[in-house]
């Protein structure tokens, strides 16, 4: 299985300042065929189901805001919130779709600081 | 978009088979766009997923739980189940349905609400 590891695991952010979580994979998911990274990047609030933010690594969910943003590839995956708001409390996964079992990160947490 | 909603008792003692219905509306499970999975998460945990069924009804499962998860659907229904057998206090978790892009994993792009399961006698 590929192992799919977050950092940090928390963080606390000023309303208004970028906030970034890395996500780092066990082996490449950089499928060469077609140049495509199988990462996604989930949202999940509390008593929510996740909800999907960015897939192929950096395309963006429809109506998601552009504040979110995807970006790495290989092993090495950046999701970053360019101008944290209040409603992006959360815990954010990622997940490699490259093979199964599909996997996700461990969680990292975003609060206000 | 789909709409995914879970259904199945919340209470199942331990050594049982825990059984679980994922009902979508706004889209059919017949169509070749789009694969089925179901997803736990145990309380303050993180994600797991259980297995997919594809369009033409074969599964595939998590191989840690393989042998005692059974995935099927009701094409007529647009209705998919889980069942996992000798259910244990670790198998406790919110129970996810989703909708899965056609990709060798897939991304999942459209959840149910989740129903918790607890395991205990």
């Known amino acids: 299985d590929i192992v799919m590891t977050q950092s940090p695991d928390s963080l606390a952010v000023s309303l208004g300042e970028r906030a970034t979580i890395n996500c780092k994979s066990s082996q490449s998911v950089l499928y060469s065929s077609n140049s495509k990274n199988y990462l996604a990047w989930y949202q999940q609030k509390p008593g929510q189901p996740p909800k999907l933010l960015i897939y192929w690594a950096s395309t963006r969910e429809s109506g998601v805001p552009d504040r979110f943003s995807g970006s790495g590839s290989g092993t090495d995956f950046t999701l970053a919130i360019s101008s944290l708001q209040a409603e992006d409390v959360a815990v954010y996964y990622c997940?490699?779709?490259?093979?199964?079992?599909?996997?996700f990160g461990q969680g990292t947490k975003v609060e206000i600081k | 978009q789909s709409q995914l909603q879970e259904s199945g008792p919340g209470l199942v003692k331990p050594s049982e088979t825990l059984s679980l219905t994922c009902s979508v509306s706004?889209?059919?499970?017949?169509?070749?766009?789009?694969?089925w999975v179901w997803i736990r998460q145990p309380p303050g945990k993180g994600l797991e997923w259980i297995g997919t069924?594809?369009?033409?009804?074969?599964?595939y499962c998590n191989p840690s739980l393989k042998s005692r998860v059974t995935i099927s659907a009701d094409m007529s229904r647009d209705q998919f189940s889980l069942k996992l057998s000798s259910v244990t206090a670790a198998d406790t978790a919110i129970y996810y349905c989703?909708?899965?892009?056609?990709?060798?994993?897939?991304?999942?792009?459209?959840w149910g609400q989740g129903t918790l399961v607890t395991v205990s006698s």
């Open positions: 997940q490699q779709y490259y093979n199964t079992p599909p996997t």
């Open positions: 069924i594809y369009y033409s009804g074969s599964t």
């Open positions: 989703a909708r899965a892009s056609p990709e060798v994993g897939g991304y999942f792009d459209d």
């Open positions: 706004g889209g059919s499970i017949r169509s070749i766009s789009y694969y």
